[in-house]
């Protein structure tokens, strides 16, 4: 094989071409970019450039025999392709043609076609003879930056807790008694309660800091240490206290806020009902002011309208207990209610009955429990009476005179509950990605007979199609929520607005979450399943997240009735002219989506590009929104009440929430990374963001190719890209799991060493 048939100059291309007829998802855009990387090499003569194009050429068929001399010639050098190096298949080429030419020199046009077709070693292993060298670590991005990314300005704050958690008392194991698992939990609470980190949110002059976005942060954190923590955390310090703060007053918080985050006082937040669940207007316990006493009579009138499911029941002291509030003899509407519980022996008071929930699915560790209340007398003053209070002469008075406005903004207030518990989700399935994708970096299954070893888990195209698309769905979904709890704690922010998209990003993130950790427990066969392996607990535990703090199909018609609102509003405000700003993108719509050439565009800038994320993503939102809005009017025209025909698409209101999260997603995470300084790990997130965008974009491609937004040719190359973009990112996947900061010791999985 020493006297070779071809020049130095066509031998350096064998490898590449090799790869090239290997792979038929070549597109014509592809092909075009090996023509222009040939026609500006300078080490090729003329005769050499004109026999490598012959072998781009469509009509041109190469012979079997000419293939097979390649591969001969490839394998005959005996030279190790090393995964690890800069452009492995440039340098591979390299040292073929030295070993054949006696030398050879770094070709920058190989490393072009290399570097722009994406070729990563796990597409084309499989096509030598050779084992390939491999090396499961890139070196090329570190970690910690990407990590320093992430923390943005809570790092202060997410490093100090980290290393709070490498505590004896933060230690993981497997506890099936949940007594003795709510024990724990309760003195990891109360150890965080020392700590400060309970009051975070709270006002300084009640030793906390005023920071809710910290508290988000760390939130996630807790997840990696065990959920039961992380729920019973957010109900004492979130919710108890959350309601004391934002629906209390200074009487209130003096009284009440500093114990609270001390957790010297343990609270519970009482708003659910057995016969009342997501419909927190109808709830059906009473809280009636008796003129005479002065005090507000708390009773739970039927069978199933006791309070169910309430976290830290059984060792709670207190509840903000949500109630209908009647004044004389005027039902006011929903109002929280401080009701004690027990006493200092931990007794239950006169009238109080609180019932063990038992075991559960997950968060085994969290006490809930059911409440009811027989004529419990409370004093006026134990009225959260920030939005609605009972005057000195026994009349009711609030600021905000609509009940439907008041009712909302109260609860408008405590949306930072929803956006920690897609924060936990997030956790939880970050944890899990982690575990899985370094099990898959380490264990081998399956080979080639002619092969030294097995192949690695990850290196398998289909374990990285299950499993990096959840990765860079986890990195958007993290700014994302970094954005909703900026804009949370705005105070400039329109809140109505915050409403909206908290309960839509809580849906489709805590569901993101539920089958991220399904898919990470799959991926790592019978290991998965073990408890050791810490994946069955978190698919257990972040379960109920799509059910809490608002189940998600109710949460998602509630965003899509957010953008319906926003809709009519626009109408309303600029009238005849809005209608002709309507109609007008309706129209460029059409021409958009029945434009061949815009539909069938499958060449890697446009796919590429955020203006074709952004338009495809907001084209369904806004389709989905005149469409909906159309059939609600028609059946409305038809003497339908509009409650019935919010009924009729209800399926459709669905969609619509769920269309509107994943835009707005995509939205906060490209306007996120745009401030990223260093070109290099902003080139790596923006590459995270397409393959979301893809990625997404093709799980609704039936929809895009029903509305002739998409051709069947350009559904096609988003697949295929989606497909290529993971193998892109498999060498720095480890880089990418590790930049989500998990301490060492809180990853305690076996299968994860």
């Given at each position: 094989m020493?006297?070779?048939?071809y020049?130095?100059?066509?031998?350096q291309?064998?490898?590449?071409?090799?790869?090239?007829w290997?792979?038929d998802?070549?597109?014509a855009?592809?092909?075009n970019?090996?023509?222009?990387?040939l026609?500006?090499?300078s080490t090729?003569?003329?005769?050499?450039?004109?026999?490598?194009?012959?072998?781009l050429?469509?009509?041109?068929?190469?012979?079997?025999?000419?293939?097979?001399?390649?591969?001969?010639?490839?394998?005959?050098?005996?030279?190790?392709?090393?995964?690890?190096e800069?452009?492995p298949?440039?340098?591979?080429?390299?040292?073929?043609?030295?070993s054949?030419f006696?030398?050879?020199?770094?070709n920058?046009?190989?490393?072009?076609?290399?570097?722009?077709?994406?070729?990563?070693?796990?597409?084309?292993?499989?096509?030598?003879?050779?084992?390939?060298?491999?090396?499961?670590v890139?070196k090329?991005?570190?970690n910690?930056?990407?990590?320093?990314?992430?923390?943005?300005?809570?790092?202060?704050?997410v490093?100090t807790f980290r290393?709070?958690?490498?505590?004896?008392?933060?230690?993981?194991?497997?506890i099936?008694?949940?007594?003795?698992?709510?024990?724990?939990?309760?003195?990891?609470v109360?150890?965080?309660?020392?700590?400060?980190?309970g009051a975070?949110a709270y006002?300084?002059?009640?030793?906390?800091?005023e920071?809710?976005?910290?508290?988000?942060?760390?939130?996630e954190?807790?997840m990696?240490?065990d959920?039961?923590m992380?729920?019973?955390f957010?109900?004492?310090?979130?919710?108890?206290?959350?309601?004391?703060?934002?629906?209390?007053?200074?009487?209130?918080h003096d009284?009440?806020?500093?114990?609270?985050?001390?957790?010297?006082?343990l609270?519970?937040?009482?708003?659910t009902?057995?016969?009342?669940g997501s419909?927190?207007?109808?709830?059906k316990?009473?809280?009636?002011?008796?003129?005479k006493?002065?005090q507000?009579?708390i009773?739970?009138?039927?069978?199933?309208?006791n309070?169910?499911y309430?976290?830290?029941a059984?060792?709670?002291?207190?509840?903000?207990?949500?109630?209908?509030?009647?004044?004389?003899?005027?039902?006011?509407?929903v109002?929280?209610?401080?009701v004690?519980?027990?006493?200092k022996n931990?007794?239950l008071?006169?009238?109080?009955n609180?019932v063990?929930?038992?075991?559960k699915?997950g968060?085994n560790?969290?006490?809930?429990?059911?409440?009811?209340?027989?004529?419990v007398?409370?004093?006026?003053?134990n009225?959260?009476?920030?939005?609605?209070?009972?005057?000195?002469?026994?009349?009711y008075y609030?600021n905000i005179?609509?009940?439907?406005?008041?009712?909302?903004?109260?609860?408008g207030?405590?949306?930072?509950?929803?956006?920690?518990v897609?924060r936990?989700?997030?956790g939880?399935?970050?944890m899990?990605?982690?575990?899985?994708i370094?099990?898959?970096?380490?264990?081998r299954?399956?080979?080639?007979?002619?092969?030294?070893?097995?192949?690695?888990?990850?290196?398998?195209?289909?374990?990285?199609?299950?499993?990096i698309?959840?990765?860079?769905?986890?990195?958007?979904?993290?700014?994302t929520?970094?954005?909703?709890?900026?804009?949370?704690?705005?105070?400039?922010?329109?809140?109505?607005k915050v409403?909206t998209?908290?309960?839509g990003?809580?849906s489709?993130?805590?569901?993101y979450a539920?089958?991220?950790?399904?898919?990470?427990r799959?991926a790592?066969?019978?290991?998965g399943?073990l408890?050791?392996n810490?994946?069955?607990?978190?698919?257990?535990?972040?379960?109920?997240?799509?059910?809490?703090?608002?189940?998600?199909?109710v949460?998602?018609?509630l965003?899509?009735?957010?953008?319906?609102?926003d809709?009519?509003?626009?109408?309303?405000?600029?009238?005849?002219?809005?209608v002709l700003?309507?109609l007008?993108?309706?129209?460029?719509?059409?021409?958009?989506t029945?434009?061949?050439?815009?539909t069938?565009?499958?060449d890697k800038?446009?796919?590429?590009?955020?203006?074709?994320?952004?338009?495809?993503?907001?084209?369904?939102t806004?389709?989905l929104?005149?469409?909906?809005?159309?059939?609600?009017?028609?059946?409305?025209k038809?003497?339908?009440?509009?409650?019935q025909?919010?009924?009729?698409?209800?399926?459709?209101l669905i969609?619509l929430?769920k269309?509107?999260s994943?835009a707005?997603?995509?939205?906060s995470?490209?306007?996120?990374?745009?401030?990223i300084?260093?070109?290099?790990?902003?080139?790596?997130?923006?590459?995270?963001?397409v393959?979301?965008?893809?990625?997404e974009i093709?799980?609704d491609?039936?929809w895009?190719?029903?509305?002739?937004?998409?051709?069947?040719?350009?559904?096609?190359?988003?697949?295929?890209r989606?497909?290529?973009?993971?193998?892109?990112?498999?060498?720095?996947?480890?880089?990418?799991i590790?930049?989500?900061?998990?301490?060492?010791?809180?990853?305690?999985?076996?299968?994860s060493?």
């Amino acid at each position: 094989m020493k006297n070779l048939q071809y020049s130095k100059g066509v031998t350096q291309y064998l490898p590449f071409f090799y790869i090239i007829w290997a792979d038929d998802l070549l597109s014509a855009s592809e092909i075009n970019v090996v023509k222009h990387a040939l026609e500006e090499d300078s080490t090729l003569e003329n005769l050499d450039k004109e026999l490598l194009l012959s072998w781009l050429k469509n009509e041109t068929s190469l012979k079997d025999k000419e293939v097979k001399i390649w591969k001969q010639i490839i394998d005959a050098s005996k030279i190790k392709l090393i995964e690890s190096e800069s452009y492995p298949l440039t340098f591979y080429s390299q040292k073929i043609t030295a070993s054949y030419f006696s030398e050879s020199t770094f070709n920058e046009s190989l490393k072009k076609i290399e570097l722009n077709l994406g070729m990563q070693p796990n597409h084309y292993n499989h096509l030598f003879e050779v084992k390939i060298s491999t090396n499961n670590v890139s070196k090329e991005y570190d970690n910690t930056i990407i990590d320093s990314i992430l923390k943005g300005k809570q790092a202060k704050v997410v490093d100090t807790f980290r290393e709070d958690l490498s505590a004896t008392i933060f230690h993981w194991e497997t506890i099936r008694d949940k007594s003795a698992h709510r024990k724990k939990v309760l003195e990891q609470v109360k150890h965080l309660a020392n700590k400060g980190y309970g009051a975070m949110a709270y006002p300084t002059a009640y030793n906390g800091t005023e920071d809710m976005e910290g508290y988000a942060a760390i939130f996630e954190h807790m997840m990696y240490v065990d959920g039961s923590m992380a729920i019973k955390f957010g109900v004492q310090f979130g919710l108890f206290g959350g309601s004391i703060q934002k629906l209390g007053t200074k009487k209130h918080h003096d009284l009440y806020l500093k114990n609270t985050g001390e957790a010297s006082l343990l609270g519970c937040f009482a708003m659910t009902e057995t016969g009342h669940g997501s419909n927190v207007r109808g709830v059906k316990t009473t809280a009636t002011y008796d003129k005479k006493t002065n005090q507000i009579i708390i009773h739970t009138p039927g069978k199933i309208d006791n309070k169910e499911y309430i976290g830290n029941a059984l060792d709670s002291k207190m509840a903000s207990v949500f109630a209908q509030l009647i004044v004389n003899g005027k039902n006011e509407g929903v109002h929280a209610i401080l009701v004690p519980l027990r006493d200092k022996n931990h007794n239950l008071l006169p009238g109080i009955n609180v019932v063990d929930n038992g075991y559960k699915l997950g968060l085994n560790g969290v006490d809930n429990g059911k409440i009811w209340f027989n004529q419990v007398a409370v004093p006026k003053d134990n009225l959260l009476d920030k939005y609605g209070s009972i005057t000195n002469d026994g009349s009711y008075y609030s600021n905000i005179k609509n009940p439907n406005k008041r009712f909302f903004t109260m609860l408008g207030t405590l949306v930072g509950g929803r956006i920690c518990v897609a924060r936990a989700g997030l956790g939880g399935a970050k944890m899990a990605l982690t575990i899985a994708i370094k099990h898959a970096l380490q264990r081998r299954q399956f080979n080639d007979n002619k092969k030294m070893q097995e192949d690695l888990l990850m290196d398998y195209p289909s374990h990285q199609l299950r499993l990096i698309p959840l990765v860079a769905k986890a990195y958007v979904y993290h700014f994302t929520l970094d954005k909703m709890m900026y804009d949370y704690c705005n105070e400039t922010s329109d809140k109505r607005k915050v409403e909206t998209q908290a309960a839509g990003l809580k849906s489709i993130i805590t569901w993101y979450a539920n089958s991220t950790i399904q898919e990470c427990r799959e991926a790592c066969g019978g290991k998965g399943y073990l408890i050791e392996n810490r994946i069955a607990d978190l698919k257990n535990d972040v379960d109920i997240f799509t059910t809490f703090e608002g189940d998600n199909t109710v949460l998602l018609q509630l965003a899509a009735k957010g953008v319906l609102s926003d809709f009519k509003a626009e109408f309303n405000s600029a009238g005849f002219l809005s209608v002709l700003k309507l109609l007008s993108n309706q129209i460029n719509d059409s021409v958009t989506t029945a434009n061949p050439i815009y539909t069938n565009k499958v060449d890697k800038d446009h796919l590429y590009d955020p203006e074709f994320h952004k338009n495809a993503l907001n084209y369904r939102t806004r389709r989905l929104t005149y469409s909906i809005a159309k059939r609600i009017q028609g059946y409305i025209k038809k003497g339908i009440p509009s409650y019935q025909a919010f009924l009729k698409v209800q399926t459709h209101l669905i969609s619509l929430g769920k269309a509107y999260s994943i835009a707005i997603a995509y939205e906060s995470y490209y306007n996120s990374i745009t401030e990223i300084k260093n070109e290099k790990y902003a080139y790596l997130f923006k590459k995270l963001g397409v393959l979301y965008a893809l990625h997404e974009i093709r799980i609704d491609a039936s929809w895009y190719l029903e509305q002739g937004y998409i051709g069947a040719t350009k559904s096609k190359a988003i697949r295929q890209r989606v497909e290529r973009l993971s193998t892109e990112l498999r060498p720095h996947i480890n880089a990418l799991i590790d930049g989500f900061g998990i301490p060492e010791y809180c990853l305690t999985a076996p299968i994860s060493k």
